[in-house]
C-alpha cells in the first residue's frame, strides 16, 4: 500500500514537473524584417537580410532572450520593394503575424511610411534609414541607429574637404547630383551647407529621379562646369550610370559617394577598374567590426559585410537587448526599454563610436559617419584620423 501511494505522489510530481516545465518553455519572439527583397533595390535589401539574419543566429546561439527562458527569436520578413507597399507590409507584420518589434527598412522614403504604421499602432521600429524626418516627427516608437542624412551629407563633403586641404588641394567649387527622394534630398542638404559654410562654390546643384537611364544630361553638366570633386548622392544603378558614364568620358575627378550605392559588392563588380579609389561616406565598415561576425559573414555569404548589412545587425542587436531587459514580448515594453538603450557590447559595438544610446527623439547620439575608399576587392576606413584603418590614396 504504502508502495503504491509513493509510486502515485512520484507520478503527481512528475506529471507536475512536467507541466511547469510546458508552462515555462519559451515561444519565439517575432520580429518584423521590412526589406525591399525585390524590384530596384533588392541588392540592397538581400545584404540587410542577410546582417538581420546573421544576427538573430548569433543571439539564439548564445541563449537566446535569457529573460525569457531561453527564447528564440524569429524574423519575419515583409518585401517592400516600393514605398506605397511598406504601410500595407507594415500593417500585415503586426496585426496577422504579431510581431514585438520591426527592424528595416533600406530606403528612407519606405521607412517614412512604415513608420506611420508603427506609430499609430504602437510597435517600435528601429531602423538604418538616413532621412532627418524619422527622428524629427516627435514620433515614439521609431528608432535610427545611424547619423541624420543631414550629417551624412555634411561629414561627405567637410571629410574630404579636410583631407584635400591637408594635402595643399582645397577645392574651390563642387558639383552635387542626388535623386529626388528623401534620402536623396536630405543628404544633398546637409551636402549643400557644409560646402556653403566653406565658401566653396557649387557649379551643379542638381536632382534627378529614381532610375535613370541615361546619366549623360547630368555628366555634360559635370564637364561643362568643371568642378573640383563631384558628390554623387544615389542607389546603385543610378551610381554605376554616374561614375562609369565619367570615367568613360575621361572625366577623372574626385567622386565621393552618399553611401548607398556606392559602398556595396555590387558596385565594385559593376564597375571593375572604375572603382578602384572611390571614395564614400558609410554608417559602418566591416574593417571596424566585431572580427567574428565579419569572419563569419565573409565564410558563410562569400562578401565582405558592407555597411548596410553590419548597421542592419546592430539594430536587431539593439532590439534584441531590449526585449531583454523588458523580459517580455510586449511591444510597448520593448518600447520603452529602446528608449533606455545605453549598450557599447556585442554586435551593437560594430558601428562608429562602439555605442548605441538613443536620444529623446530616438536618435542614436554616440556614432558618427566615416568615410571608406575602394581598395582592390575592399573597403578600407581612411577618416576621421581617429578611428581610419589606412591612409587615403588621393588623385594627383
Given at each position: 500500500m504504502k508502495a503504491r501511494i509513493f509510486a502515485k505522489a512520484a507520478l503527481c510530481v512528475s506529471l507536475l514537473a512536467v507541466s511547469v516545465g510546458s508552462a515555462l518553455a519559451a515561444d519565439n519572439v517575432k520580429i518584423g524584417m521590412i526589406q525591399p527583397l525585390s524590384g530596384p533595390n533588392s541588392v540592397f535589401g538581400v545584404n540587410c537580410q542577410r546582417g538581420m539574419q546573421l544576427a538573430v543566429d548569433m543571439i539564439n546561439e548564445a541563449g537566446g532572450i535569457k529573460s525569457l527562458g531561453g527564447a528564440k527569436l524569429e524574423l519575419v520578413p515583409a518585401d517592400i520593394p516600393t514605398p506605397n507597399t511598406a504601410a500595407q507590409a507594415t500593417q500585415r507584420l503586426i496585426s496577422r503575424e504579431k510581431v514585438s518589434g520591426i527592424v528595416g527598412h533600406f530606403v528612407s522614403s519606405s521607412t517614412l511610411a512604415a513608420s506611420e504604421v508603427t506609430e499609430r499602432m504602437k510597435v517600435p521600429l528601429v531602423t538604418f534609414a538616413f532621412a532627418d524626418q524619422i527622428t524629427e516627427r516627435g514620433y515614439k516608437y521609431s528608432f535610427q541607429v545611424t547619423p541624420k542624412g543631414t550629417v551624412f551629407g555634411a561629414d561627405q563633403f567637410n571629410y574630404i574637404y579636410d583631407m584635400m586641404k591637408d594635402h595643399g588641394k582645397a577645392p574651390k567649387k563642387i558639383a552635387i547630383l542626388y535623386e529626388d527622394t528623401a534620402y536623396g534630398t536630405t543628404q544633398a542638404k546637409g551636402l549643400r551647407a557644409a560646402a556653403q559654410a566653406k565658401g566653396v562654390e557649387i557649379?551643379?546643384?542638381?536632382a534627378y529621379p529614381l532610375g535613370i537611364t541615361d546619366a549623360n544630361p547630368l555628366i555634360n553638366k559635370i564637364r561643362a562646369t568643371s568642378p573640383d570633386i563631384v558628390f554623387p548622392v544615389s542607389y546603385f544603378n543610378d551610381a554605376l550610370l554616374l561614375i562609369r558614364g565619367m570615367r568613360q568620358q575621361g572625366i577623372n575627378i574626385p567622386a565621393v559617394g552618399g553611401a548607398a550605392g556606392y559602398v556595396i559588392n555590387d558596385f565594385r563588380k559593376g564597375l571593375g577598374e572604375y572603382c578602384e579609389g572611390i571614395l564614400s561616406v558609410a554608417s559602418s565598415n566591416q574593417d571596424l567590426a566585431p572580427k567574428d561576425f565579419v569572419d563569419r559573414f565573409e565564410k558563410q555569404y562569400g562578401v565582405m559585410p558592407t555597411h548596410d548589412a553590419i548597421s542592419h545587425a546592430v539594430a536587431v542587436d539593439v532590439m534584441a537587448k531590449a526585449?531583454?531587459?523588458?523580459?517580455?514580448?510586449?511591444?510597448?515594453?520593448?518600447?520603452?526599454?529602446?528608449?533606455?538603450?545605453?549598450t557599447c557590447d556585442g554586435i551593437a559595438s560594430a558601428i562608429p563610436g562602439k555605442c548605441v544610446v538613443f536620444d529623446k527623439n530616438g536618435l542614436n547620439t554616440k556614432t558618427f559617419p566615416i568615410l571608406v575608399q575602394w581598395r582592390g576587392e575592399r573597403l578600407v576606413t581612411v577618416y576621421p584620423k581617429d578611428v581610419a584603418t589606412s591612409e587615403p590614396v588621393l588623385p594627383q
Open positions: 557649379v551643379v546643384d542638381e526585449i531583454e531587459k523588458a523580459g517580455s514580448a510586449d511591444p510597448k515594453k520593448i518600447r520603452d526599454a529602446l528608449a533606455e538603450t545605453n
